[in-house]
Protein backbone atom coordinates (compact mmCIF):
# COMPACT_ATOMS: atom_id res chain seq x y z
CA UNK A 1 0.00 0.00 0.00
CA UNK A 2 3.07 2.49 0.81
CA UNK A 3 4.86 1.37 -2.19
CA UNK A 4 1.63 2.44 -4.06
CA UNK A 5 1.03 5.99 -2.14
CA UNK A 6 3.55 8.26 -1.11
CA UNK A 7 0.96 9.51 0.88
CA UNK A 8 -1.78 7.40 2.51
CA UNK A 9 -4.41 9.37 2.59
CA UNK A 10 -6.83 8.74 5.85
CA UNK A 11 -10.78 9.51 5.99
CA UNK A 12 -11.81 9.38 9.63
CA UNK A 13 -15.29 7.90 9.67
CA UNK A 14 -17.60 8.54 13.69
CA UNK A 15 -20.92 8.05 13.97
CA UNK A 16 -23.71 7.99 17.30
CA UNK A 17 -27.19 6.22 16.40
CA UNK A 18 -28.99 8.89 18.81
CA UNK A 19 -28.36 12.80 18.74
CA UNK A 20 -28.68 12.65 22.53
CA UNK A 21 -25.91 14.44 23.96
CA UNK A 22 -24.68 15.99 20.84
CA UNK A 23 -24.95 19.27 22.30
CA UNK A 24 -22.37 18.96 24.79
CA UNK A 25 -18.84 20.60 24.84
CA UNK A 26 -17.59 17.69 24.17
CA UNK A 27 -19.11 14.67 23.48
CA UNK A 28 -18.66 11.09 21.86
CA UNK A 29 -18.34 11.68 18.56
CA UNK A 30 -16.03 14.44 19.32
CA UNK A 31 -13.65 11.71 21.18
CA UNK A 32 -14.18 9.50 18.17
CA UNK A 33 -12.64 11.78 15.75
CA UNK A 34 -10.28 12.92 18.07
CA UNK A 35 -8.67 9.83 19.36
CA UNK A 36 -8.80 8.68 15.41
CA UNK A 37 -6.56 11.76 14.57
CA UNK A 38 -4.16 10.86 17.12
CA UNK A 39 -3.57 7.63 15.33
CA UNK A 40 -3.11 9.13 12.45
CA UNK A 41 -0.30 11.80 13.64
CA UNK A 42 1.29 9.13 15.18
CA UNK A 43 1.69 6.97 11.74
CA UNK A 44 2.82 10.42 10.39
CA UNK A 45 6.27 8.55 9.59
CA UNK A 46 4.35 5.91 7.65
CA UNK A 47 2.80 8.46 5.19
CA UNK A 48 -0.43 8.88 6.65
CA UNK A 49 -2.29 11.91 6.66
CA UNK A 50 -5.67 12.77 7.68
CA UNK A 51 -7.99 13.91 4.94
CA UNK A 52 -9.74 17.69 5.98
CA UNK A 53 -13.63 16.08 4.87
CA UNK A 54 -15.24 15.08 8.31
CA UNK A 55 -17.66 11.89 7.54
CA UNK A 56 -19.96 12.32 10.72
CA UNK A 57 -23.21 10.58 10.75
CA UNK A 58 -25.51 11.91 13.87
CA UNK A 59 -28.14 10.17 15.20
CA UNK A 60 -28.04 7.31 12.57
CA UNK A 61 -28.47 3.66 13.54
CA UNK A 62 -25.45 0.97 12.22
CA UNK A 63 -27.89 -1.23 11.15
CA UNK A 64 -28.24 0.51 8.08
CA UNK A 65 -26.37 1.79 5.05
CA UNK A 66 -28.24 4.36 4.58
CA UNK A 67 -26.07 7.09 6.20
CA UNK A 68 -25.26 10.45 4.47
CA UNK A 69 -21.43 10.45 5.66
CA UNK A 70 -21.08 6.84 4.77
CA UNK A 71 -23.00 7.25 1.43
CA UNK A 72 -20.11 10.16 0.64
CA UNK A 73 -17.33 8.12 2.13
CA UNK A 74 -17.72 5.27 -0.11
CA UNK A 75 -18.24 7.50 -2.91
CA UNK A 76 -14.74 9.31 -2.62
CA UNK A 77 -14.00 5.90 -2.15
CA UNK A 78 -14.83 4.89 -5.51
CA UNK A 79 -13.23 8.25 -6.55
CA UNK A 80 -10.17 7.13 -5.41
CA UNK A 81 -9.53 9.87 -2.93
CA UNK A 82 -9.07 7.47 -0.01
CA UNK A 83 -6.85 4.98 1.24
CA UNK A 84 -7.45 4.30 4.62
CA UNK A 85 -10.88 4.45 7.00
CA UNK A 86 -10.38 5.15 10.36
CA UNK A 87 -12.67 4.38 13.00
CA UNK A 88 -12.77 4.52 16.87
CA UNK A 89 -14.75 0.62 16.75
CA UNK A 90 -15.73 -1.20 14.13
CA UNK A 91 -19.29 -1.07 14.76
CA UNK A 92 -19.15 2.69 13.94
CA UNK A 93 -19.12 1.48 10.83
CA UNK A 94 -21.88 -1.41 11.04
CA UNK A 95 -23.72 -3.14 12.88
CA UNK A 96 -24.62 -5.76 10.34
CA UNK A 97 -22.30 -8.66 9.28
CA UNK A 98 -23.60 -8.49 5.82
CA UNK A 99 -23.33 -4.99 5.04
CA UNK A 100 -19.81 -4.53 6.40
CA UNK A 101 -18.80 -7.92 4.79
CA UNK A 102 -20.22 -5.80 1.17
CA UNK A 103 -18.17 -2.83 2.49
CA UNK A 104 -14.84 -4.40 3.13
CA UNK A 105 -14.97 -5.94 -0.53
CA UNK A 106 -15.43 -2.00 -1.50
CA UNK A 107 -12.45 -1.34 0.07
CA UNK A 108 -10.37 -4.25 -1.36
CA UNK A 109 -11.71 -3.74 -4.49
CA UNK A 110 -10.25 -0.21 -4.77
CA UNK A 111 -6.84 -0.44 -2.52
CA UNK A 112 -8.46 0.82 0.78
CA UNK A 113 -7.29 -0.27 3.89
CA UNK A 114 -9.71 -0.63 7.37
CA UNK A 115 -8.67 0.09 10.44
CA UNK A 116 -10.21 0.36 14.40
CA UNK A 117 -7.95 2.01 16.59
CA UNK A 118 -9.29 0.31 19.77
CA UNK A 119 -9.26 -3.15 18.06
CA UNK A 120 -5.82 -3.59 16.30
CA UNK A 121 -5.47 -5.88 13.29
CA UNK A 122 -5.23 -5.64 9.18
CA UNK A 123 -7.88 -6.10 7.07
CA UNK A 124 -5.31 -7.35 4.27
CA UNK A 125 -4.52 -10.69 6.29
CA UNK A 126 -6.03 -13.49 6.93
CA UNK A 127 -5.75 -13.92 10.43
CA UNK A 128 -7.21 -9.93 10.64
CA UNK A 129 -10.14 -10.73 8.48
CA UNK A 130 -10.84 -13.19 10.86
CA UNK A 131 -10.58 -11.34 14.01
CA UNK A 132 -12.74 -8.78 12.04
CA UNK A 133 -15.32 -11.45 11.08
CA UNK A 134 -15.76 -12.26 15.15
CA UNK A 135 -16.12 -9.16 16.80
CA UNK A 136 -18.68 -8.03 13.84
CA UNK A 137 -20.56 -10.99 14.57
CA UNK A 138 -20.81 -10.09 18.25
CA UNK A 139 -21.73 -6.61 17.48
CA UNK A 140 -24.43 -7.71 15.24
CA UNK A 141 -25.71 -10.27 18.22
CA UNK A 142 -25.73 -7.26 20.59
CA UNK A 143 -27.65 -5.14 18.01
CA UNK A 144 -30.28 -8.21 17.78
CA UNK A 145 -30.33 -8.61 21.52
CA UNK A 146 -30.91 -4.98 21.93
CA UNK A 147 -33.83 -4.87 19.42
CA UNK A 148 -35.18 -7.71 21.40
CA UNK A 149 -35.06 -6.35 24.46
CA UNK A 150 -37.07 -2.99 23.02
CA UNK A 151 -39.61 -4.84 21.40
CA UNK A 152 -40.51 -6.42 25.53
CA UNK A 153 -40.51 -3.26 26.92
CA UNK A 154 -43.03 -2.15 23.91
CA UNK A 155 -45.18 -5.07 24.51
CA UNK A 156 -45.05 -5.14 28.09
CA UNK A 157 -46.21 -1.01 28.19
CA UNK A 158 -48.62 -1.82 25.35
CA UNK A 159 -50.09 -4.51 27.99
CA UNK A 160 -50.20 -1.62 30.37
CA UNK A 161 -51.95 0.73 28.33
CA UNK A 162 -49.43 3.07 27.34
CA UNK A 163 -48.82 5.12 24.50
CA UNK A 164 -45.57 4.12 22.53
CA UNK A 165 -45.46 7.00 20.11
CA UNK A 166 -45.82 7.16 16.78
CA UNK A 167 -48.01 9.84 14.39
CA UNK A 168 -50.57 11.63 16.70
CA UNK A 169 -53.90 11.38 16.19
CA UNK A 170 -57.01 13.51 15.61
CA UNK A 171 -58.54 14.33 18.80
CA UNK A 172 -55.38 13.93 21.09
CA UNK A 173 -52.19 15.58 22.06
CA UNK A 174 -49.30 13.96 23.21
CA UNK A 175 -47.96 15.26 26.67
CA UNK A 176 -45.06 13.88 28.54
CA UNK A 177 -45.66 10.71 26.69
CA UNK A 178 -49.44 10.37 27.50
CA UNK A 179 -52.65 10.62 25.25
CA UNK A 180 -54.78 13.63 26.45
CA UNK A 181 -57.58 14.71 24.84
CA UNK A 182 -58.00 17.60 22.66
CA UNK A 183 -61.22 18.72 23.03
CA UNK A 184 -61.81 21.30 20.16
CA UNK A 185 -60.25 18.06 17.66
CA UNK A 186 -62.26 15.69 20.20
CA UNK A 187 -65.68 17.53 19.01
CA UNK A 188 -64.66 16.82 15.05
CA UNK A 189 -64.19 12.67 15.91
CA UNK A 190 -68.00 12.61 17.29
CA UNK A 191 -69.08 14.48 15.17
CA UNK A 192 -67.46 11.73 12.08
CA UNK A 193 -68.22 8.98 14.04
CA UNK A 194 -72.24 10.62 14.65
CA UNK A 195 -72.75 11.20 11.30
CA UNK A 196 -71.74 8.04 9.94
CA UNK A 197 -73.62 6.21 12.19
CA UNK A 198 -76.39 8.40 10.96
CA UNK A 199 -76.27 8.08 7.10
CA UNK A 200 -73.70 4.83 6.76
CA UNK A 201 -72.13 6.61 3.85
CA UNK A 202 -68.65 7.54 3.83
CA UNK A 203 -68.86 9.87 0.93
CA UNK A 204 -71.62 11.82 2.66
CA UNK A 205 -69.31 11.62 5.69
CA UNK A 206 -66.52 12.98 3.88
CA UNK A 207 -68.70 16.04 2.68
CA UNK A 208 -70.07 17.18 5.99
CA UNK A 209 -66.15 16.53 7.71
CA UNK A 210 -64.86 18.62 4.59
CA UNK A 211 -67.85 21.32 4.47
CA UNK A 212 -66.54 21.80 8.78
CA UNK A 213 -62.85 22.26 7.56
CA UNK A 214 -62.11 18.59 9.53
CA UNK A 215 -58.66 17.04 8.04
CA UNK A 216 -56.14 14.86 9.63
CA UNK A 217 -54.23 16.06 12.72
CA UNK A 218 -51.73 18.93 12.07
CA UNK A 219 -48.66 18.53 14.42
CA UNK A 220 -45.08 19.30 14.79
CA UNK A 221 -42.46 16.26 14.75
CA UNK A 222 -39.64 15.84 17.37
CA UNK A 223 -37.53 18.33 14.86
CA UNK A 224 -39.52 20.73 15.04
CA UNK A 225 -41.33 20.33 11.99
CA UNK A 226 -44.90 21.21 11.14
CA UNK A 227 -47.11 18.61 9.45
CA UNK A 228 -49.98 20.22 8.16
CA UNK A 229 -53.03 17.87 8.14
CA UNK A 230 -54.03 16.62 4.68
CA UNK A 231 -57.82 16.19 3.73
CA UNK A 232 -59.29 12.86 4.61
CA UNK A 233 -60.26 10.62 1.87
CA UNK A 234 -61.89 6.91 2.44
CA UNK A 235 -58.84 5.14 3.50
CA UNK A 236 -58.38 7.35 6.14
CA UNK A 237 -61.72 7.76 7.24
CA UNK A 238 -61.79 4.11 7.13
CA UNK A 239 -58.94 4.32 9.63
CA UNK A 240 -60.05 6.35 12.10
CA UNK A 241 -63.56 5.13 12.36
CA UNK A 242 -62.03 1.83 12.80
CA UNK A 243 -59.34 3.12 15.70
CA UNK A 244 -59.65 1.76 19.14
CA UNK A 245 -57.57 4.49 20.95
CA UNK A 246 -61.13 6.44 20.62
CA UNK A 247 -62.75 4.05 23.21
CA UNK A 248 -60.05 4.51 25.42
CA UNK A 249 -58.09 0.73 24.38
CA UNK A 250 -54.74 0.36 22.55
CA UNK A 251 -53.56 -2.38 20.51
CA UNK A 252 -50.83 -4.89 20.10
CA UNK A 253 -50.27 -7.15 17.61
CA UNK A 254 -54.01 -8.25 17.35
CA UNK A 255 -53.90 -7.78 21.38
CA UNK A 256 -56.67 -5.42 22.81
CA UNK A 257 -55.72 -3.82 26.47
CA UNK A 258 -57.33 -1.13 28.46
CA UNK A 259 -55.64 2.10 27.97
CA UNK A 260 -54.19 4.51 30.66
CA UNK A 261 -56.11 7.55 28.56
CA UNK A 262 -59.81 9.25 28.38
CA UNK A 263 -62.13 7.76 25.79
CA UNK A 264 -63.62 9.91 23.15
CA UNK A 265 -66.35 8.16 22.09
CA UNK A 266 -68.87 6.33 23.87
CA UNK A 267 -69.35 2.20 23.29
CA UNK A 268 -72.79 1.86 22.31
CA UNK A 269 -71.94 4.91 19.11
CA UNK A 270 -68.52 2.63 18.50
CA UNK A 271 -70.82 -0.37 18.25
CA UNK A 272 -73.36 1.07 16.12
CA UNK A 273 -70.80 2.61 13.31
CA UNK A 274 -68.66 -0.98 13.46
CA UNK A 275 -71.84 -2.74 13.14
CA UNK A 276 -72.56 -0.25 9.84
CA UNK A 277 -69.30 -0.92 8.45
CA UNK A 278 -69.38 -4.34 8.66
CA UNK A 279 -72.68 -3.85 6.25
CA UNK A 280 -71.38 -1.91 3.82
CA UNK A 281 -68.48 -4.69 3.92
CA UNK A 282 -70.85 -7.31 3.09
CA UNK A 283 -70.28 -8.88 -0.01
CA UNK A 284 -73.48 -7.78 -1.43
CA UNK A 285 -72.64 -4.61 -1.06
CA UNK A 286 -69.42 -4.63 -2.42
CA UNK A 287 -68.91 -4.53 -6.09
CA UNK A 288 -66.63 -7.34 -6.62
CA UNK A 289 -64.57 -7.88 -9.84
CA UNK A 290 -66.91 -8.99 -13.20
CA UNK A 291 -70.08 -8.09 -10.71
CA UNK A 292 -72.49 -5.22 -10.18
CA UNK A 293 -75.66 -4.66 -7.80
CA UNK A 294 -79.05 -3.81 -8.13
CA UNK A 295 -79.82 -0.58 -6.79
CA UNK A 296 -83.58 -0.56 -8.18
CA UNK A 297 -83.73 -3.73 -6.09
CA UNK A 298 -87.98 -3.68 -4.32
CA UNK A 299 -88.89 -0.27 -6.39
CA UNK A 300 -89.16 -1.81 -10.23
CA UNK A 301 -93.02 -3.56 -11.20
CA UNK A 302 -94.24 -4.92 -14.71
CA UNK A 303 -96.96 -2.49 -15.54
CA UNK A 304 -98.82 -5.23 -17.33
CA UNK A 305 -99.26 -7.83 -14.47
CA UNK A 306 -98.40 -5.40 -11.76
CA UNK A 307 -96.09 -8.00 -10.15
CA UNK A 308 -92.58 -7.31 -8.79
CA UNK A 309 -89.33 -7.44 -11.37
CA UNK A 310 -86.66 -9.14 -9.19
CA UNK A 311 -83.16 -9.24 -9.94
CA UNK A 312 -81.60 -12.26 -11.70
CA UNK A 313 -78.26 -12.96 -13.08
CA UNK A 314 -76.49 -15.70 -14.92
CA UNK A 315 -72.92 -16.85 -14.24
CA UNK A 316 -70.41 -18.79 -16.14
CA UNK A 317 -67.08 -20.58 -14.53
CA UNK A 318 -68.32 -18.29 -11.35
CA UNK A 319 -68.59 -14.77 -12.83
CA UNK A 320 -71.55 -12.53 -13.73
CA UNK A 321 -72.47 -12.70 -17.16
CA UNK A 322 -75.92 -11.45 -17.26
CA UNK A 323 -78.07 -9.25 -14.92
CA UNK A 324 -81.92 -8.71 -15.32
CA UNK A 325 -85.26 -7.37 -14.07
CA UNK A 326 -87.25 -10.29 -13.82
CA UNK A 327 -91.16 -10.35 -14.23
CA UNK A 328 -91.97 -12.65 -10.76
CA UNK A 329 -95.29 -13.08 -12.44
CA UNK A 330 -93.64 -14.50 -15.22
CA UNK A 331 -91.16 -16.64 -13.55
CA UNK A 332 -93.50 -18.35 -11.28
CA UNK A 333 -96.39 -19.02 -14.10
CA UNK A 334 -98.60 -16.31 -12.75
CA UNK A 335 -99.29 -14.30 -15.53
CA UNK A 336 -99.21 -15.79 -19.03
CA UNK A 337 -97.54 -14.66 -22.12
CA UNK A 338 -95.98 -11.36 -20.14
CA UNK A 339 -94.00 -9.15 -22.85
CA UNK A 340 -91.61 -7.93 -20.32
CA UNK A 341 -90.25 -11.58 -18.57
CA UNK A 342 -86.87 -10.20 -18.74
CA UNK A 343 -85.35 -6.75 -19.14
CA UNK A 344 -81.70 -6.20 -18.77
CA UNK A 345 -80.88 -4.53 -15.80
CA UNK A 346 -77.94 -2.11 -16.93
CA UNK A 347 -80.72 -0.21 -19.72
CA UNK A 348 -83.19 0.03 -16.58
CA UNK A 349 -80.77 1.46 -14.25
CA UNK A 350 -78.96 4.20 -16.60
CA UNK A 351 -82.46 5.17 -17.51
CA UNK A 352 -84.08 5.25 -14.50
CA UNK A 353 -81.09 7.32 -12.83
CA UNK A 354 -81.18 9.34 -15.92
CA UNK A 355 -84.84 9.99 -15.13
CA UNK A 356 -84.48 11.05 -11.42
CA UNK A 357 -81.70 13.26 -12.08
CA UNK A 358 -84.06 15.09 -15.07
CA UNK A 359 -87.25 15.18 -12.82
CA UNK A 360 -85.27 16.02 -9.71
CA UNK A 361 -84.11 19.70 -11.47
CA UNK A 362 -87.55 20.04 -12.71
CA UNK A 363 -89.13 23.16 -12.09
CA UNK A 364 -92.54 21.46 -10.50
CA UNK A 365 -90.58 18.98 -8.30
CA UNK A 366 -88.49 21.58 -7.04
CA UNK A 367 -90.77 24.39 -6.66
CA UNK A 368 -92.78 21.33 -4.06
CA UNK A 369 -89.21 20.37 -2.33
CA UNK A 370 -88.51 23.72 -1.55
CA UNK A 371 -91.85 24.46 -0.27
CA UNK A 372 -91.52 21.19 2.07
CA UNK A 373 -88.00 21.83 3.42
CA UNK A 374 -88.95 25.91 3.88
CA UNK A 375 -92.17 25.08 5.68
CA UNK A 376 -89.51 23.47 8.61
CA UNK A 377 -86.16 25.09 7.90
CA UNK A 378 -87.30 28.20 6.96
CA UNK A 379 -83.48 29.75 7.09
CA UNK A 380 -82.71 27.22 4.58
CA UNK A 381 -82.23 29.69 1.03
CA UNK A 382 -83.67 28.02 -2.50
CA UNK A 383 -80.06 28.14 -4.04
CA UNK A 384 -78.79 25.97 -1.36
CA UNK A 385 -82.06 23.44 -1.82
CA UNK A 386 -81.35 23.43 -5.77
CA UNK A 387 -77.34 22.63 -5.49
CA UNK A 388 -78.06 20.55 -3.10
CA UNK A 389 -80.06 18.00 -5.45
CA UNK A 390 -77.93 19.15 -7.94
CA UNK A 391 -74.94 17.54 -5.93
CA UNK A 392 -76.43 14.28 -6.15
CA UNK A 393 -75.20 13.15 -9.72
CA UNK A 394 -71.42 14.06 -9.39
CA UNK A 395 -71.00 11.69 -6.70
CA UNK A 396 -73.05 8.81 -8.01
CA UNK A 397 -70.47 6.81 -8.83
CA UNK A 398 -68.27 6.61 -5.64
CA UNK A 399 -71.23 5.29 -3.53
CA UNK A 400 -71.55 2.02 -1.99
CA UNK A 401 -74.09 -0.26 -3.30
CA UNK A 402 -76.70 -0.28 -0.39
CA UNK A 403 -75.82 4.11 -0.20
CA UNK A 404 -76.93 3.67 -4.02
CA UNK A 405 -79.82 1.25 -2.90
CA UNK A 406 -81.09 3.87 0.25
CA UNK A 407 -81.10 7.13 -1.65
CA UNK A 408 -83.26 6.09 -4.67
CA UNK A 409 -85.46 4.51 -2.57
CA UNK A 410 -85.31 8.23 -0.65
CA UNK A 411 -85.88 9.55 -4.11
CA UNK A 412 -88.29 6.97 -6.05
CA UNK A 413 -91.37 5.21 -4.93
CA UNK A 414 -91.80 3.06 -7.59
CA UNK A 415 -91.23 2.67 -11.28
CA UNK A 416 -93.42 0.89 -13.68
CA UNK A 417 -92.24 -0.98 -16.76
CA UNK A 418 -93.91 -1.60 -20.12
CA UNK A 419 -92.83 -1.80 -23.91
CA UNK A 420 -93.08 1.60 -24.17
CA UNK A 421 -90.88 2.71 -21.31
CA UNK A 422 -90.61 3.17 -17.35
CA UNK A 423 -93.35 5.40 -15.46
CA UNK A 424 -91.32 7.10 -12.76
CA UNK A 425 -93.03 7.61 -9.50
CA UNK A 426 -91.02 10.48 -7.30
CA UNK A 427 -90.96 10.52 -3.58
CA UNK A 428 -91.12 14.13 -2.86
CA UNK A 429 -91.15 13.47 1.20
CA UNK A 430 -88.33 11.62 0.67
CA UNK A 431 -86.11 13.81 -1.76
CA UNK A 432 -87.09 16.20 1.76
CA UNK A 433 -85.15 14.07 4.18
CA UNK A 434 -82.24 14.10 1.25
CA UNK A 435 -82.07 17.19 1.28
CA UNK A 436 -81.81 17.73 4.91
CA UNK A 437 -79.23 15.12 5.52
CA UNK A 438 -76.86 16.95 3.02
CA UNK A 439 -77.86 20.29 4.51
CA UNK A 440 -76.84 18.53 7.76
CA UNK A 441 -73.33 16.93 6.32
Excluded at 127 to 155: H, P, V
Amino acid sequence: MTAKHQKIRCAIYTRKSTEEGLDKDFNTMENQRESCSSYITSQKAEGWIELADAYDDPGFSGGTMKRPALTRLLQDIENGKVDCVCVYKIDRLSRSLVDFTKMIDLFDKHGVTFISITQSFNTTTSMGRLTLNILLSFAQFEREIAAERIQDKFAASRRKGMWMGGHPILGYDIQNRALVINQQEADQVRFIFQRYSECGSPTITLKGMADKGITNKTWTNGSGKLRIGTPFNKSTLNRLLKNRVYIGEVVHKGNIYPGLHEAIISQELWDKVEQTIKLNNRPNSIIPKGQTPFPLRGLVHCKHCGMAMTPTQTKKNGQVQYRYYSCSGARKGVTENCPLPNVPAGDIERLVLAQVQNLVNSPEVLAKTIFLVKAQEPAIPEHEIIGLLASISPVWDELFPLEQNRLLKLLVKSIDLSEQGADLFLNVEGIHTLVHELEAA
